[in-house]
């Protein structure tokens, strides 16, 4: 009999507790990632220029990039900022706009990325997707997965709360992708990855079901790994599938129908999850998010946000036009404005307020 495998595109090193940063040039070296310390570091203004006099000193070989935002020019400029460098490889430090502008320049230049996130805000950390914003709003680019990842757990609790509420808005949002994923396998014979869906799903019941909180190193350590899983689920599948449904057809449609008002993206994928369970007749997986949901912080309906119910139905019904080709709950159903607005009543009455 053959045996059959394949190999599974997945970082290096991943390194998630607290002090991790204090070791990042050990680990760059025994990986051998970094033999020689020649490093390009993209860092933030805010959190990751912060950190930079705390981990200079073991890392005298580094360059320092200061990047201004998260666009696509940033990401270009950065790119031709580091090719003459002869760099070992590119370490984004900082936020999810650093890390997804340090992907596209390592990518560019074609240097391995170790990505140091200093906030847990979505799953965006270790996939194999960088995003943009760009002339024509914000894009989507596909680059390699990071060769590391380090998370210091003292680093994130630093941070304000609202990114890790958002990262756990996200990380719970798989199980709705997930059930999304499996409606397109049912209705259109839509293949699904196994081992892909299985590390997504299981990401999101590990934040869903575990009793602790913010506050707490041990939640952390599971919200920072669920993230991760999440972002090598999209890489063994080729694409955002397991991680994305129709609860980010609602943050996206938020996104362009109310740009200067749309919340985190944890946040609304956090809600749309919860209402798109509901609209698959899952009542008490919506009720049991939802209350999750509340006892971390994050909205569960569109008044805690500020729109109003009419503007949610708007949302919702213009969530399918976001992602042409994907086949979710809401493609599914076809919705008009007034059955949106009955069920969505019924599920502002289920869930409470």
């Known amino acids: 009999m053959p045996v059959l495998t394949r190999l599974i595109p997945s970082p290096v090193v991943v390194d998630i507790r607290p002090g991790a940063l204090d070791d990042l040039a050990g680990v760059l070296s025994d990986e051998r990632i970094s033999h020689s310390g020649k490093l390009a570091i993209a860092v933030s203004s805010g959190s990751g220029a912060r950190l930079r006099d705390r981990i200079a000193p073991a890392l005298p070989g580094a360059t320092w990039y200061e990047v201004g935002g998260g666009t696509l020019d940033d990401a270009i400029r950065l790119a031709g900022d580091m090719k003459s460098g002869h760099y070992d490889a590119v370490v984004g430090l900082g936020g999810g706009k650093i890390i997804d502008c340090a992907k596209f320049a390592a990518a560019r230049v074609g240097l391995p990325l170790v990505a140091v996130p200093t906030n847990l805000a979505h799953d965006g950390l270790c996939s194999p997707v960088a995003t943009l914003d760009n002339d024509a709003g914000r894009g989507s680019y596909g680059v390699p997965n990071p060769i590391a990842v380090v998370i210091d757990l003292d680093v994130i609790r ?196």
């Open 158 to 353: 630093e941070a304000p709360v609202r990114f890790v509420r958002a990262g756990i808005g996200d990380a719970i949002s798989n199980i709705n992708a997930i059930a999304d994923w499996e409606l397109a396998n049912r209705v259109n014979g839509e293949k699904i990855d196994g081992l892909a869906a299985a590390m997504a799903r299981q990401a999101g019941e590990a934040v869903l079901r575990h009793p602790g909180g913010v506050g707490d190193n041990d939640f952390l350590q599971v919200l920072a790994e669920a993230l991760v899983l999440t972002g090598i689920a999209m890489s063994i599948s080729g694409d955002s599938r397991p991680a994305s449904g129709s609860c980010h057809e609602i943050n996206h449609a938020f996104d362009i129908l109310f740009p200067q008002r749309a919340a985190s993206h944890g946040e609304q994928c956090g809600l749309g999850a919860a209402f798109a369970m509901y609209l698959r007749g899952a009542h008490e997986a919506a009720a049991h998010q939802a209350e999750v949901l509340r006892r971390h912080g994050l909205p569960v309906l569109p008044e805690e946000i500020g729109f109003t119910v009419d503007e949610f139905v708007r949302v919702v019904e213009f969530a399918p036009r976001t992602r042409p080709g994907r086949y979710t709950i809401l493609e599914h159903l076809d919705l008009k404005p007034h059955q949106i607005k009955d069920i969505y009543s019924d599920y502002a009455k289920a869930i409470g307020s």
